[in-house]
Structures are given as structure tokens and as C-alpha cells.
Antibody, heavy 122, light 107 residues
Framework: EVQLVQSGAEVKKPGDSLKISCQGS????????IAWVRQMPGKGLEWMGI????????IYNPSFQGQVTISAGKSISTAYLQWSSLKASDTAIYYC???????????????WGQGALVTVSS | DIQMTQSPSTLSASVGDRVTITCRAS??????LAWYQQKPGKAPKLLIY???SLESGVPSRFGGSGSGTEFTLTISSLQPDDFATYYC?????????FGGGTKVEIK
């Protein structure tokens, strides 16, 4: 059974750093992409970026470029999303999702993690 | 980037109703469109991909159609488990984008 299990909820202060994780199981982790998707309180879904764990090549949504870093530890089937300096506006639920590169050069998401709530407040 | 516009944003319906949600793309995306269902406090769940292909395990009352810039998600007979928010997503380019969502509420 394919599963993506994310790290737990976090409460941080503005300026703090944070790294959240997403561990895959039940499939060959290095053969699929992992994307990160943000959902701000009461809002819709925003694609942040995507990584191919096989070579750690990451592509970012320009809106998030430079604001976050996406990485992967392929030997432990885990992808990461990190911030060096959080802002209150980073308060959101962050989902990881599995994707397979298609002939369109793009992807949809067939499995999702359970989400990680990040709260940034002074 | 490609903008995705869903309508309506909220829909009130009764069990047994036929429900249709529309998603429009700002430019042609062929049939590179997926639909997701999200319930409160839960992750989105893939329902349909390539505009009309039903994901394994999804009930056959869900159907998708369209190509180019206009797409629809139809629930043929709304069930209690279907009250949720639905999102479309284009994957014509690597920069994927989602629609704003349609909340299906109990009438």
C-alpha cells in the first residue's frame, strides 16, 4: 500500500527555521516525484515545488523560489520542505503528494500525505 | 501561468441530485486536467485524471468531461459521503495550478 507519512504539527515564532518531512513507503520512492502543496487557512491549494528523489532535482513555483528549500534523502525515502526564517504568513497546512512525470511534461497527484499544520505566531 | 476558474464556488444540493461543477482554463490544456475531492481536515483525494479517466476505487457516479479550456465534473446521484470541496488542477505545464474550489453543501 502506497503511503506518504508527514511529520507532525509545528508551532514556531517569526524568524525561526523549520524542516518538515514526508516519508514514502509501499513503492519505489526514487522513481516518482514528490511535490509540496500549501493550503492557507480556509483557502485553496497552491503548488510550491517538486523534486525527483532519484537525482534531487527540484523545480519551484516562482512565488516560493527563495522562500523555501525542497530536498530529499533517497536512502531513507523521505522528502523535506524547509524554511530558514518563518513569517506569520507561512501559517498553513503543507501537503506532500506523489506524482509521475507524464508525456505532457507535467503531473497530477495520486497519493497525498496527511498534511502538516505549521503555525507561526509571536 | 495558466489560471483555472471554477464555478460555482458553493453549491447547495440534496442527496440524489445530479451535480455539475465547471472548470475553465485561461488557455487550452488539451485534456490535461485532474479533479480532487477534499473533506474537512483531510488531504485531497484524486478522483479523475486526463479529464475523464476515473481513478481506481472511485465510484462510477463521478464523471469528468471536456477538453481545451472547458471541463465539467458530474456527480450523477449525490450521496451523503460526497459533501466536500472539489478542486480541478491543470497539468499542461510543469507549473501546475488549481482552481479555487467548489464546496458542495447539503441543501
Amino acid at each position: 500500500e502506497v503511503q506518504l507519512v508527514q511529520s507532525g504539527a509545528e508551532v514556531k515564532k517569526p524568524g525561526d527555521s523549520l524542516k518538515i518531512s514526508c516519508q514514502g513507503s509501499g513503492y519505489i520512492f526514487n522513481s516518482y516525484y514528490i511535490a509540496w502543496v500549501r493550503q492557507m487557512p480556509g483557502k485553496g491549494l497552491e503548488w510550491m515545488g517538486i523534486i525527483y528523489p532519484g537525482d534531487s532535482d527540484a523545480i519551484y513555483n516562482p512565488s516560493f523560489q527563495g522562500q523555501v528549500t525542497i530536498s530529499a534523502g533517497k536512502s531513507i525515502s523521505t522528502a523535506y520542505l524547509q524554511w530558514s526564517s518563518l513569517k506569520a504568513s507561512d501559517t498553513a497546512i503543507y501537503y506532500c503528494a506523489r506524482a509521475e512525470l507524464l508525456t505532457s511534461g507535467s503531473y497530477f497527484f495520486d497519493y497525498w500525505g496527511q498534511g502538516a499544520l505549521v503555525t507561526v505566531s509571536s | 501561468d495558466i489560471q483555472m476558474t471554477q464555478s460555482p464556488s458553493t453549491l447547495s444540493a440534496s442527496v440524489g441530485d445530479r451535480v455539475t461543477i465547471t472548470c475553465r482554463a485561461s488557455q487550452s490544456i488539451s485534456t490535461w486536467l485532474a479533479w480532487y475531492q477534499q473533506k474537512p481536515g483531510k488531504a485531497p483525494k484524486l478522483l479523475i485524471y486526463k479529464a475523464s479517466s476515473l481513478e481506481s476505487g472511485v465510484p462510477s457516479r463521478f464523471g469528468g468531461s471536456g477538453s481545451g479550456t472547458e471541463f465539467t465534473l458530474t456527480i450523477s446521484s449525490l450521496q451523503p459521503d460526497d459533501f466536500a470541496t472539489y478542486y480541478c488542477q491543470q497539468y499542461n505545464t510543469y507549473f501546475v495550478t488549481f482552481g479555487g474550489g467548489t464546496k458542495v453543501e447539503i441543501k
